[in-house]
């Protein structure tokens, strides 16, 4: 799905400032220690450092070619990004609680000051200046940049596209390669080693995309938004079978918190079947999307911030890889589509899936047909 340039970067902003909160205050978070502190951490030199090559391969170029004073905006954004890149490489080697709280403020700083200094003055000018088709179509190009980027900072690398492409190649080839064997087992494929909430988290970024992409939208296309409710609906699919069971039976108030979830699911189901059945492109189906997207974003959060670190504490390694392959295996023939009548999690879920993922999908098939051709229908 492709998404404009412009708010594929404020999304990853918002990602960024979500994880340095977290990382800054992660007292009020339960089972929040100094590895998930850690954990948070990683995430977000991975996502920052994708996130900058991928704007200097396609942002400051467009920024240099298509204003008047391109130049001086793109020489001082770098310089913001090479002052955050120290800090984070730096705050990787602080233990010190104390030194590090203190070094995250200041990191949270740095990146609050470059994303604001993007989202005030650099985006509204380059917006001035190109069409919608443009920022499309530099939006697929910065995500393929983001795919293939350095998932740790280099502060000493090049920093212009033609420096990346060739001298500052090999540190990204490296990058990879470190992030493979380090969640890779022998004769075990990449995702069957995943542990569960790094799948969880990766459902999580990809329905992120598509919520910015619907937010952005004054009227979503049918298009984005089948997607949207297909990932929603894949992702409802594999939590009730699997991973709320198990928030059941193993955590603190775990049958309180797996009734919560499930509802949460339920509501944002129930929204769902009104946007897939309605034909109209109206108030009426906006209010709707935007409920939806609302609901999920606050779902998210509240998994990530509270159900995936207590997951982390009470589970062993060994216990969550294995719940990793089974999310993997599960999401391969998961529903796309909300399925309302089906309550609960667990073995009703499973049965639901047995049932209705091959039907899904052969409807999926059709209704895209339809969309991309609708004079054959």
Do not use: C
């Amino acid at each position: 799905m492709a998404v404009n340039i412009f708010d594929q970067i404020r999304e990853d902003h918002r990602y960024s400032e979500e994880l340095l909160i977290r990382i800054e205050a992660p007292e009020g978070q339960a089972h929040f220690d100094e590895s998930g502190r850690q954990d948070v951490l990683q995430r977000l030199t991975s996502h920052a450092s994708r996130h900058e090559a991928a704007e200097e391969m396609v942002l400051w170029p467009a920024v240099r070619r298509r204003l008047a004073d391109g130049d001086q905006i793109a020489d001082l954004a770098l310089e913001q990004e090479l002052d955050a890149r120290r800090q984070l490489d730096l705050l990787k080697f602080v233990r010190e609680p104390a030194t590090f709280l203190e070094q995250s403020r200041r990191l949270h700083e740095l990146m609050g000051d470059h994303s604001r200094y993007e989202e005030e003055v650099v985006l509204p000018a380059l917006r001035r200046v190109t069409t919608r088709v443009w920022a499309t179509s530099r939006g697929l190009a910065y995500r393929a940049a983001w795919r293939s980027g350095p998932t740790r900072p280099h502060p000493h690398g090049p920093v212009r596209p033609l420096g990346l492409a060739t001298i500052g190649a090999p540190a990204v080839i490296v990058d990879h390669l470190r992030d493979r064997r380090k969640h890779r087992q022998p004769g075990v494929s990449r995702d069957q080693s995943q542990s569960a909430t790094a799948v969880i988290r990766e459902d999580h970024g990809r329905l992120s995309q598509l919520l910015a992409g619907v937010d952005g939208e004054v009227d979503p296309s049918e298009i984005l938004t089948f997607d949207l409710i297909s990932e929603i609906s894949a992702h409802d699919s594999i939590e009730r079978q699997y991973l709320y069971p198990v928030v059941k039976d193993r955590l603190q108030d775990g049958v309180d918190l797996y009734h919560e979830l499930i509802s949460e699911h339920d509501a944002i189901a129930h929204v769902a079947v009104k946007i897939q059945r309605y034909s109209f492109h109206d108030d009426a189906r906006r209010a709707w999307i935007q409920e939806v997207v609302d609901r999920v974003r606050a779902h998210v959060e509240r998994e990530e911030h509270s159900v995936l670190p207590a997951l982390a504490a009470h589970l062993s390694d060994e216990e969550l890889t294995e719940l990793g392959r089974t999310l993997v295996a599960a999401r391969a023939k998961a529903p796309t589509r909300p399925h309302t009548m089906v309550a609960g999690g667990g073995a009703g879920a499973r049965l639901s899936r047995r049932v209705m993922g091959p039907v899904d999908r052969w409807r999926d098939s059709v209704a895209r047909r339809r969309m991309h051709h609708p004079k054959a229908t």
